[in-house]
């Protein structure tokens, strides 16, 4: 029983002296294999590798795919005429020789991408001071991203390389500072409103010269109507006096006897009408008198 423990024991540290010996590089990664704090190599190919147990050797690991690098820094930038922008950009690169990125820059990824951020900003602040806003905006924009990209990657390879390759630098936004953002917000706003004021002050004027030429149309509408309705009156009025005329010239008695009859019916036309006159010193009876006298004759 003693020797069954003692062989399971021993197969239990044989594979686990087994498993600390091996390990799997990736095809993303770098394998870097350290021996006492020193690298002692750096397996490129994927697949299965072999190595000392710890503490005599180690082993670490490196992203080989391409990296990006977006800006997170919102400080304005002047441009050549002193103008304040905020720039946002990103660059893509990848660790090519781990060894000396290891001894230059960092063991990480996030290492490298701290020391190049500040290295990035740097170019393009250079770069920046020496443009226009209309050329960071216009075609010029192209030079500016390949001379940042050529600055950037002097630096890395300098004394000390740093074993990355910048394969691209792009800048995805242009704006002004915020200062100067909310200041041409207003000044637009202000134009703006100018402008609508404008329109409805010319609209309101307008709209008051259409009113005033129709009342104008209007009132001479209405005049001319008027002119032609009295011009009509008149005409049958005159046509009028003249048919009564010609009646009445035929037969004077029967005109005085139908006036008499229409002044009656103009002055009795309700019962509670009352006429005080003398009927004997009046002839406005004289139509009354006469029919009642022929009656009575």
Request: proline residues 3%; without cysteine.
């Amino acid at each position: 029983m003693n020797r069954v423990g003692f062989f399971v024991s021993s197969l239990l540290v044989v594979v686990a002296l087994l498993s600390s010996m091996l390990f799997v590089v990736d095809q993303r990664q770098f394998g870097v294999v350290y021996a006492l704090g020193q690298i002692k190599e750096v397996i490129t190919e994927p697949g299965l590798n072999w190595k000392m147990p710890p503490p005599f050797q180690n082993v670490r690991y490196i992203d080989k795919r391409l990296l990006t690098l977006d800006s997170t820094d919102t400080e304005p930038v002047l441009t050549a005429e002193k103008q304040r922008v905020v720039i946002d950009w990103y660059v893509r690169w990848r660790i090519s020789n781990p060894s000396e990125y290891i001894r230059n820059v960092g063991l990480d990824e996030s290492a490298g991408a701290m020391q190049l951020n500040r290295v990035v900003r740097n170019a393009f602040q250079e770069e920046i001071n020496r443009r226009t806003v209309r050329e960071l905006l216009s075609s010029k924009r192209e030079a500016l991203m390949a001379d940042v990209k050529r600055e950037v990657a002097e630096s890395v390879s300098g004394a000390k390389p740093w074993g990355v390759d910048i394969v691209d630098v792009r800048i995805t936004r242009v704006d002004y500072a915020e200062t100067i953002t909310e200041s041409v917000y207003r000044r637009m706003e202000a134009e703006r409103k100018r402008v609508a004021n404008e329109l409805r002050s010319t609209g309101g004027a307008e709209g008051e010269k259409i009113r005033a030429e129709a009342d104008r149309q209007r009132d001479i509408t209405i005049a001319n109507a008027y002119r032609d309705a009295q011009i009509i009156k008149g005409q049958g009025d005159a046509e009028a006096a003249r048919v009564y005329g010609e009646a009445f010239g035929r037969d004077p008695q029967f005109a005085q006897f139908y006036r008499s009859l229409e002044a009656y019916k103009a002055s009795f036309n309700k019962k509670s009408d009352v006429v005080v006159v003398d009927p004997s010193s009046t002839d406005f009876f004289k139509a009354m008198r006469s029919s009642g006298g022929s009656s009575a004759r």
